[in-house]
Structures are given as structure tokens and as C-alpha cells.
């Protein structure tokens, strides 16, 4: 199994679809400053150390949205322990992309924020390289560098999505693509074991299918993702991105390609998915394992959050990461990792000062804080996380490189739908491997 070249990947890193865990879309575009203020209490001191100047920072999250009021806190907290500095805040939500490019041109911001697959790589070029200053002992890290407190994977991460060895954001809440289960009903079948292969995932459904388990649903809100994953691993991120761009549709005739079709109909064709998979429409497919009529989901570690009503805080979640066929390009530690970045722009009038607060609002008490008010993953490694996302710990953390969300499968306007579409007939028994592969092949040649 081989590792996917860091600026192959550049172009495919971190689709849209990383963002789906985002809590609202749109903002009102409102604006704070803020300077002296009272600390939180029990608010932790840094190193003494004096600082100074404005930051000026476009935030992607809407004012009333749970992470603008974590960020606020931090802000009130490091403007009163450091009164000569002032941050001036507009709350843009989604929109802050819509404008960002003629900001950042204009030198509006010092630091802005968004999903990292709009951070980078389209806007790499405007960001300040952190690396010597994340390396360097930080004032509001009580003397530690951030590379101290840094989780390396999303480090490594955040090199990815920008092409180079430079650090061009800071990253938070991350989010990671794996097949989460129901832990109970593993038990109650006697698996002890979570597969890594995809011969001991078959070996997994059929004994959950045996114990009287539905090993898996789908819905439409996820459903690109297990044939891509099955095919991404197979093959790799530059065949998927030939295979959905090529105007003959001779790569869908490739031996790899009908292999993932036929394991998508055997999942169908063993018992081993929903009845409902045809027609689930989202969150029917998610809200099956939650409300234990199915076992396993493949989806990103945001649907635990999103499915907490119905489960409680007591179920008993696991997380794999998707199983790799035999002779697979990429193995098991190579998934999706999604987050949040705040970029300090090159042009920003002190790139020192924005990334102390940048690092004073990701990292510590307000990385907790985050994390707990929204159900996220932290972003520093000595951040405890949430009991509900525990599960997504290994799967994240021996995660060596990053990729596309569905390994970029979805990145042709016009071969998506019809994909989609006809991926979930497939795992819904309503199309056969051949009959799905000729009508991606159609959608993609338009023939």
C-alpha cells in the first residue's frame, strides 16, 4: 500500500462536503470590537508578557451560533489580560466567503476562518507562514510552543490541504470520516474485533446478519461515500479523478471499478443492508442506527452530534476506519479529515499578534470549551474529548494522510446526481453492479 503524493492530492484535498457538520449556513454579517473587559472566571493566566495593536478578523460563524459565543469568550478573556489589544470582529457566517478575496486584496482582515477546503488551498497564497512562530515559545501558552500542545495529525493535515510544508492556518474542530457502529451489538454477536480488511468486514455482517443485527443502512445525505471509499482505496485519488473525467468512459469498464461495483451488490444481495436503503432519504439512514435497527453507518463523526436526541449520551458508539480490499493502494490510515481554520494573512499589520489569539482561542481552556458546547473533536492533543467522540480517537490520530472527502467522486456537476442516485439503487437491491456502472458511465460521457 502506497501513501498519496501530498500535491497530487492538492486539488481533490477536502471537498465541500467536509463542511456538512457546520450548524447553520449564511450570517448576518454583524460586527464587535472589543477591548477591557471582565475575565471569566477562574480564567487562566499566561506568561506574563506585554502585547499590543488590533486584530482585525472576519469570522465564518454567525453571532448567535455556539462557536461564535466560545470565541467571544476568548476574546473578552485576552483583551483584559491584555488591555492595549483590541479585536474587531465581523460575524459573516457562511458568506465571509463570498467577499474574502477582495477583503484580504484590500488588507481588511488580519484573520479569518473558515472550513479548511476554503482556507486552503484557494487562498494559501494570501496566508502568513506560521511554522517559525508555532515552533517558538508562545506568550499565551504559558511558555509552551503551539507545536507543544499541536495534535501532529492535524498538523500534517493542514500541510496537505495547502500543498506545502508551510503552515498557513491554524486548525479547530476537526471532524473525520470513519464507519461508526453500534458497540452493544457487536458485543451482543461476539465480534471482539473490528475489522480492517475488507474480508473481515464481510465476516463482521455476516455474524451481526446471524445474531439477528441489520449490519448496515444508508441514506441519501451519505451515500457516495461506501463505493468511493471501496474504489479510492483500491486505486487511488488519481484514478478517481480520471474515472469521473474521462470522456470515453473506458476506465469504467476497469477490472478495480466492476470489482467495487460487485462488493456493493453483495452487500445488498448477502442481507447485509436496510430494506429501506433505497428509499432512506437523510437522516433516516443515520437515525436506523441510532434507534438500534441498524448497526453500522459509514459518515463523518459530526452525525454522532446529529442523531444525539434520539441516542442519549449513553450509547455505546465505535469507529473503524473503512476496510481495505485486497491489494488496495491505500490502507486503512489514510482517511478524510475535516476542521475549521483561521488563516493570519500575510498582510495582517502584526501576523504575531493575530496567531497568539488564533492559539489562545484553539488550544487550552477555550479548545474545551469549544469542543464541549459544540460536541466536537478538540484540536490540541492535551484536550479531553467528549465520551460520545472517544470512539473517532484512533481513527483520527493514526490517520498518516489526508484525502477528499469520497475521494473526490463527487467533483463532476454533472456525473454527481445521477451517481448518487443510482449508487443507492445499487445498495438497495433496485440495480444490479452492470446496469449501475453502464449509467455512470452514460453520466459521465454524456453518450
Known sequence: ???????KALSLILAAALSIGLVACGGTGTSQSAGTSTPASGASQPAAGTLSGTIRYASMWSETEAQADVIKAAIEEFTTLYPDVEITVDWMGRDVRKTIQASLDAGQYDLWDSPVDAVLPNYASYGYDLTELMAAE???LDGKTYNDVANPTLMEAVKSAGGTDEILAVPYTPTVIGMFYNKDQFEAAGITKEPETWDEFLDVCETLKNAGFTPLSVDDGYVVLPFASYLGRLKGLDFTSQLISDPEGTLWDDPAVVEA??????LWD??????????????AGQNEVAMGNAT???VGSYMLNEVKEITGDEFNWGCFAFPAPEGSEYGIDVNTIGMQA??????ATD??????????????????????????IPSASDTEWPAMLECAKGVLNSTTTNVPYGFGIQYNADFTPIYKEQVQKLLGGQTDAASFLAACKSAVTGK
Open 1 to 7: 500500500m502506497r501513501t498519496p503524493n501530498r500535491k
Open 138 to 140: 508562545n506568550p499565551v
Open 261 to 266: 461495483a460487485n462488493a456493493m451488490q453483495e
Open 270 to 283: 448477502k442481507g447485509y443492508m436496510s430494506v429501506n436503503s433505497a428509499s432512506n432519504k437523510y437522516p
Open 296 to 298: 453500522m453507518y459509514l
Open 342 to 347: 483561521m488563516q493570519v494573512a500575510k498582510n
Open 351 to 376: 501576523p504575531e499578534l493575530a496567531f497568539y489569539f488564533a492559539s489562545f482561542c484553539t488550544t487550552g481552556k477555550y479548545d474545551q470549551m469549544m469542543s464541549e458546547q459544540t460536541n466536537s
